[in-house]
């Protein structure tokens, strides 16, 4: 499989992913554990179908550490009893964050105050912004089919 275009290899790609970057690193900078950050991005990327940030995420997940358990149970978290109430949560509103235009009502109430029960406002927002972040990423990969399977952990570092 072929990209439909070399996105990342434009001048407006290029300044795209200068700014979209440094909002990443706000999240990535803050309180919000990184193994959630791995969880969220892996799972949202799921939902989507971006097989590039899938790879991308579950390898930078299993470099970090992660168990092959955890990693192959992310979809079937509800059923998985190898994740925290926290992650749980964070799970939830990730899934709801991402399928805004399945609900009608967006995010639940309860799935927001599932995750404000385990996580302060700072990390709430962080919350937001990486699943909003990753959803962008996912658009941008699956738009152009960006071909996944050949990261390695740390490239883009």
């Known amino acids: 499989m072929n990209a439909r275009i070399n996105y990342y290899g434009t001048p407006v790609a290029a300044r795209f992913a200068k700014y979209i970057n440094s909002?990443?690193?706000?999240?990535?900078?803050?309180?919000?554990?990184?193994v959630?950050?791995?969880?969220?991005?892996?799972?949202?990327?799921?939902?989507?179908?971006?097989?590039?940030?899938?790879?991308?995420?579950?390898?930078d997940?299993?470099?970090?550490?992660?168990?092959?358990q955890r990693l192959n149970l992310i979809a079937a978290w509800r059923e998985a009893?190898?994740?925290t109430e926290a992650e749980r949560?964070?799970?939830?509103?990730?899934?709801?964050?991402?399928?805004i235009a399945d609900a009608a009502g967006g995010v639940s109430d309860e799935a927001w105050a599932n995750a404000a029960k385990h996580y302060d406002e700072d990390q709430l927002a962080a919350l937001v912004s990486l699943i909003a972040l990753i959803n962008a990423y996912n658009r941008m990969n699956v738009i152009v089919r960006q071909p996944a399977g050949d990261y390695r952990p740390g490239q883009f570092a």
Request: negative net charge; proline residues 2%.
């Open 36 to 59: 959630t950050q791995e969880l969220v991005k892996i799972r949202a990327s799921q939902i989507n179908g971006c097989g590039f940030c899938t790879d991308m995420h579950t390898k």
């Open 81 to 83: 009893t190898v994740f």
């Open 89 to 99: 949560a964070a799970l939830e509103l990730t899934e709801q964050g991402t399928r």
């Open 61 to 68: 997940a299993a470099h970090a550490g992660e168990s092959a």
């Open 23 to 34: 909002a990443g690193a706000a999240v990535t900078d803050s309180q919000l554990p990184a």
